[in-house]
């Protein structure tokens, strides 16, 4: 006797696959999961900068191109044409929230010099005044440290 297949009946994935837009032969859901034409989940991948996950990023094959694409903008680019027509480089997508949440309800469009002036106050943990103190800290001290 032949096994039968199971359907997954789970909530979650029917829900999942009900809220989906197509774009270039890829169906994209609506909470962030990219799907290829044979219905293979495309997972987003990581480049690291030493131990931090600096940028993440698909490969998707588009006119027959390879390209490789924020894994954020093309999600935001599927359910936003106008978005995707335009592709214009100075405008950034970045999430709202969690940083690796990729629901379009958490994705947001902002200018990159905007983008760039978030990413250094982050990476930034003192205001100017403390560092003005740290600073003069060091420079009493620094003839006494070896």
């Not at 979650?12 to 994209?28: A, D, M, P, S």
Request: include cysteine.
């Amino acid at each position: 006797m032949a096994n039968k297949r199971k359907i997954d009946v789970r909530p979650r994935y029917i829900q999942e696959l009900r809220n989906c837009t197509f774009y270039h032969g890829y169906k994209v859901t609506e909470s962030g999961f990219v799907f290829n034409a044979k219905g293979k989940q495309i997972k987003p991948k990581f480049a690291m900068d030493g131990k931090r996950i600096d940028y993440v990023y698909i490969d998707v094959t588009i006119s027959g191109v390879r390209k490789r694409i924020s894994y954020h903008r093309f999600i935001y680019m599927a359910w936003n044409p106008e978005f995707a027509k335009a592709d214009d480089q100075t405008l950034v997508v970045t999430t709202i929230g969690r940083r690796f949440d990729y629901r379009l309800s958490n994705l947001k469009v902002i200018p990159r010099k905007e983008h760039l002036a978030e990413l250094s106050k982050h990476r930034c943990p003192l205001e100017e005044d403390e560092r003005a103190d740290v600073v003069k800290t060091f420079a009493e001290i620094k003839e006494y440290m070896t």
